[in-house]
């Protein structure tokens, strides 16, 4: 008898564990199939579906791009250039013929010697001149622009009678005397040649000018140089010799 009641005591002990195990289990619903999304992995009712993982670079100092974005962030907390779009080349926009210095522009620069230039297909054409004088033609975006004038196989003159190229202070061919004289200030002057019969607007960098002469049909500037004193300066002031 008492074998049996220990029998019987430890079955129902066993049923009851059984039961507590199972009512938890029955009070969790049925987990719902997996449905699979739009854009990224399946997701399971009940549960927030899985982005996908985006690498943002963020560097020590930097803020944290919020949500969505894909932004490069430098040490000073500064966001970096998009370089998904493409950026032309200044040139071809067109940007280094812009401005016109006593130093030149793009690569002709004052005292750049022409074989170089033409070795480096940057003459289009050439055509001698008095005393040695070689005028030329430049290539690319300065084809029709500048026009060039070389003295012993040195750069010596870049010329323009269009707008663009302006002076760094903004000066261009069109512009009335009265408009640079605004411009330059006592930097500045109107001066004559020497036979009295034309006149033009000089402003002196050190050894070097730029040279604004009048238009032969029309007032205000016409055409626009820069170059060395000696030789830009000189020309206007007492002209060719041929």
Known sequence: ????????????????????????????????????GPAGPAATAGTAPAMPARAVAVRPGGAVPAAGTASLVDPAGTVAPDRSVATRPAAARGWQVEVLSVRGTGPYRIGARLDRLVAAGRIDWTAPGCAGVVHAGATGEWAGVVLLAFRQGRLVEVGTATAPPRSPAGA?????????ERIYGPRGALISNDAGDA???????????????????????????????SYVERNFRQGTTC
């Not at 008492?2 to 059984?18: C, D």
């Not at 040279?211 to 029309?218: A, S, V």
């Open 1 to 36: 008898m008492n074998r049996l009641s220990s029998v019987v005591v430890a079955g129902a002990l066993a049923l009851a564990t059984v039961g507590a195990v199972a009512a938890p289990a029955a009070a969790r619903p049925e987990a719902a199939p997996a449905v699979a």
């Open 172 to 180: 261009a061919v069109g512009m009335s005397f009265a408009e640079l």
């Open 199 to 229: 006149t033009a607007y000089l402003v002196r960098f050190g050894t070097r000018v730029e040279l604004f002469t009048g238009h032969p049909i029309r007032p205000g500037v016409g055409y626009f140089q820069v170059g060395p004193a």
